[in-house]
């Protein structure tokens, strides 16, 4: 068929389309049917006793539903740039296989192919977390990312976006599952982020493009967000968060789950991490914990023998992520990419790659107060920058990303 699309993939999503993406049904007729979901198709469509399997209201749908509607979506992912990923394909993430109803089709924005070479943290919270909470996800992520793991989150505000553009930043790989079409803009704040993401690993949902965020979607998305985790760490979750659906996901799935200490005992923000470590999840004192789950766990310590370095001090939860002076100190690999940072300087010298400036108003306030004070902590800047935390500490992020200023841990200084 058009496109370079079997007609495999063809009908897998006719099925995803007519019964829902996520939908056990579909898992179940596979089975049922060899894996063939043409076989699928053709029985649903003409089988009258297996049609009586379903309601009315689903087999109206299913008649409604028609296989030019799936290659019309196979077609619009084409000229989106949008790549269609099912079972039978090589860069399927085998890790998918045992969650509940694994997913028959993926739309993905990136590349997962290094997905089941790596080890993967998933990393949680709320949209509006805490200081204390922003700066365990980044020592967390900083400390993962540099012993060669990718995080795994979602896309929301917070704590989901910080980790993966700390993941960026610090030169790793990310991968966001979201719970609605691809191309939908959703969260829009976060808009600006998703090619960076993409070009740094991947955004993966199971849902066609077109779909609207509904509620009803993230929990069903969190099975595939812990499903790509070899283990979750969740930094702040209150009562009813949705971090909880993930980590129950991911216990489900016989995966360690971490919940960060609050930061204070008898603050309503926490109260979903105390009730995690209160029904049996790991309380999260530093990188060590995750360290030792990674190089003793049976089922990925094969990956971590090559992937971890056991002899490396893990970082604890107060330690901030380093300088490129610290880099310096960590062997080759670190000589190389301190080496690799000191050649970027000359090139931006050059008359024909000046500095870089900064794109936006906001972005320009702050790179003039970096610039005069010198050296400035964030609670510094928030004083001098008068806007909303989470707009401020994004920005910094896309200035970090371009250079134009550099976080060293607890402190900004200009860029060079």
Not at 302 to 317: C, D
């Amino acid at each position: 068929m058009a496109y370079g699309y079997n007609d495999d993939t063809l009908y897998r999503l006719w099925c995803v389309l007519a019964l829902g993406a996520g939908s056990r049904a579909i898992n179940d007729l596979l089975s049922r049917y060899g894996d063939d979901p043409g076989r699928v198709y053709a029985a649903l469509s003409q089988d009258e006793v297996l049609r009586s399997e379903f309601s009315d209201k689903s087999v109206a749908w299913m008649d409604r539903v028609s296989v030019d509607d799936a290659r019309s979506v196979l077609e619009k992912c084409f000229r989106f740039g949008i790549k269609v990923i099912t079972p039978l394909d090589e860069c399927y993430p085998k890790r998918l296989e045992s969650v509940f109803a694994p997913p028959q089709v993926l739309f993905v924005k990136g590349d997962i192919s290094p997905l089941d070479s790596m080890l993967t943290i998933g990393v949680v919270g709320t949209r509006k977390p805490s200081e204390y909470s922003r700066q365990v996800a980044d020592a967390v992520v900083t400390s993962s990312v540099k012993r060669g793991m990718a995080v795994v989150s979602g896309f929301a505000e917070g704590i989901d976006i910080s980790a993966a553009l700390t993941a960026v930043r610090r030169h790793g790989k990310t991968f966001a599952v979201i719970g609605c079409g691809i191309d939908v803009d959703y969260p829009k704040s976060n808009s600006r982020y998703r090619e960076m993401i993409a070009s740094n690993g991947a955004i993966i949902s199971e849902f066609p493009p077109g779909t609207d965020p509904l509620a009803r979607n993230f929990p069903q998305r969190n099975r595939i967000l812990s499903g790509l985790s070899d283990t979750l760490c969740v930094i702040e979750a209150g009562e009813k968060s949705g971090s909880l659906n993930t980590a129950s996901h991911a216990a489900e799935q016989g995966k360690t789950v971490f919940a960060v200490v609050p930061g204070d005992l008898f603050d309503v923000r926490y109260k979903g991490q105390a009730e995690l470590i209160r029904d049996g999840a790991v309380p999260f004192m530093g990188m060590g914990d995750i360290f030792d789950v990674y190089e003793n766990e049976p089922e990925i310590k094969e990956k971590a023998k090559t992937a971890l370095k056991p002899k490396e001090k893990a970082p604890s939860v107060k330690e901030q992520p380093s300088s490129e002076k610290k880099e310096k100190k960590q062997g080759k690999t670190g000589k190389a990419r301190t080496a690799a940072h000191a050649k970027a300087p000359k090139e931006e010298k050059s008359p024909s790659l000046p500095l870089k400036e900064a794109e936006t108003e906001l972005g320009k306030r702050i790179a003039e107060a970096v610039r005069s004070a010198g050296s400035i902590d964030l609670e510094g800047l928030s004083e001098i920058i008068d806007c909303d935390t989470d707009e401020l500490l994004s920005e910094l992020t896309m200035l970090e990303l371009d250079n134009i200023i550099i976080n060293e841990g607890t402190r900004y200084v200009p860029g060079k």
